[in-house]
C-alpha cells in the first residue's frame, strides 16, 4: 500500500477531539488564574467536560476589564449598542445547533424543547437590540416645573454591574440577565450557573466573534458563592444582580455590597418561573441613574436667539 494512500482504518481508531472551555475575561479566554477545573455533567450525572474553577483573582482581573471597557462602551451612541446586539443575535443563530444540544444536555430538554429556548434567547438579544435607543423616553423627559426653567431628567448607565446568573435556566435566563445590562451602557461581570456553565462558556464565543467589545461582558464560572462574595465586596463594582443566589447568601451579599452603596437587584422568583414570559423593562431601568439638567429660559432669547 502506498505512503499516500489512505488507511481506512484510521478512522475507527481516531480519538475524539474535547472540547476546551475556558473563562471569557477582557475579550479573551484565559484558564482559572488558580488552574482549577471542575467536572460538568448531564442531568443524568454523565461527564460532559471540564469547566474552569475561577478564583478570586479571576473575579478581581474581570472587573479590571469591566471597568476599562465602561468608558468606551457607556459613551457609544444607543443606536450603536442596538446593533451591536442585534449581531449578537446574528452569531448566535448561526451557532443554533450547537447550543441546542448544550442546553438539551444542560438542562434535561428534549431536541425540541431546547430549540425553543435557544429561539427564545436570540429573540430576546433582538428584542433588547430594539430597546436600546428608546429606553430614554421612558426613563427619561421633561419635567414640570414652577419657574422660568427647562427642567430634564436623562438615564445614564450605573458602572460596572456583577451578575449572578440563574442557576436553572442556562441560555434563556443568562441572556436576560446579560443583554439588558449591557443595552443601557453598562459593563457586566457574570457569574454562570454552577451546575450548568457550558452553554454560558460558549455564549462567551458568540460574544468574542461579534461585535461586543472587549471587556464589555465578562464571564465567571465555578462555585457561585465563592465568586458572588469577592464582587459584592468589590470597591469598584457600581451594582448586583442577585438573581441566581439563593436565599441566605442573598441576604449576606446585599449587607456586603451597603459597603460603597451598590445598586442591587434582589432574587425574583423567575429562576425557578418561566423565563419564556415577556421580560418587560424592569431589568433595563434597574441599572440606570437618572440625571436631571436645568436650563433657564429665554436666555437665548435675550441673546437675539430667533426661535
Do not use: C
Not at 451612541?77 to 444542560?106: D, H, I, P, S
Not at 457586566?188 to 461586543?212: H, I, N, Y
Not at 424592569?282 to 436631571?292: C, D, Q, Y
Request: aromatic residues 6%; hydrophobic residues 45%; neutral net charge.
Amino acid at each position: 500500500m502506498s505512503d499516500r494512500e489512505p488507511n481506512h482504518g484510521d478512522a475507527e481508531r481516531r480519538l475524539g477531539v474535547f472540547k476546551t472551555y475556558k473563562l471569557y475575561v477582557g475579550g479573551k479566554f484565559p484558564r482559572s488564574e488558580s488552574g482549577r477545573v471542575y467536572e460538568v455533567t448531564d442531568s443524568k450525572g454523565v461527564w460532559l467536560a471540564n469547566a474552569p474553577k475561577s478564583s478570586r483573582k479571576d473575579a478581581r482581573d474581570a472587573v479590571v476589564a469591566a471597568r476599562k471597557a465602561f468608558g468606551g462602551w457607556s459613551g457609544a451612541t444607543a443606536y450603536n449598542r442596538g446593533q451591536v446586539l442585534y449581531r449578537v443575535a446574528e452569531m448566535l443563530e448561526g451557532r443554533r445547533e450547537q447550543f441546542v444540544r448544550e442546553v438539551a444536555a444542560a438542562e434535561g430538554l428534549s431536541k425540541s424543547k431546547a430549540g425553543a429556548v435557544v429561539d427564545a434567547a436570540i429573540d430576546r438579544w433582538v428584542w433588547y437590540a430594539g430597546w436600546t435607543d428608546k429606553i430614554g423616553q421612558i426613563a427619561g423627559g421633561a419635567n414640570p416645573v414652577a419657574g422660568p426653567f427647562f427642567n430634564l431628567s436623562t438615564p445614564e448607565p450605573t458602572g460596572v454591574v456583577a451578575v449572578l446568573a440563574p442557576q436553572k435556566s442556562s441560555l434563556l435566563g443568562l441572556v436576560s440577565v446579560i443583554a439588558p445590562v449591557i443595552a443601557t451602557g453598562n459593563t457586566a461581570v457574570v457569574v454562570a450557573s454552577a451546575d450548568a456553565p457550558l452553554p454560558a462558556l460558549s455564549l462567551g464565543e458568540v460574544l468574542a466573534t461579534s461585535d461586543v467589545p472587549g471587556g464589555v461582558v465578562n464571564i465567571l464560572t465555578g462555585a457561585t458563592a465563592e465568586i458572588a462574595a469577592p464582587l459584592a465586596a468589590h470597591q469598584d463594582v457600581n451594582a448586583i444582580d442577585l438573581t441566581g443566589a439563593d436565599t441566605a447568601s442573598a441576604k449576606e451579599l446585599e449587607i456586603a455590597a451597603a459597603d460603597n452603596l451598590k445598586r442591587v437587584l434582589r432574587p425574583q422568583d423567575a429562576d425557578g418561573g418561566d423565563w419564556l414570559a415577556s421580560p418587560g423593562t424592569h431589568r433595563l431601568t434597574a441599572f440606570l441613574e437618572t440625571k436631571t439638567v436645568w436650563h433657564p429660559t429665554g436666555a437665548l432669547g435675550a441673546a437675539g436667539s430667533s426661535y
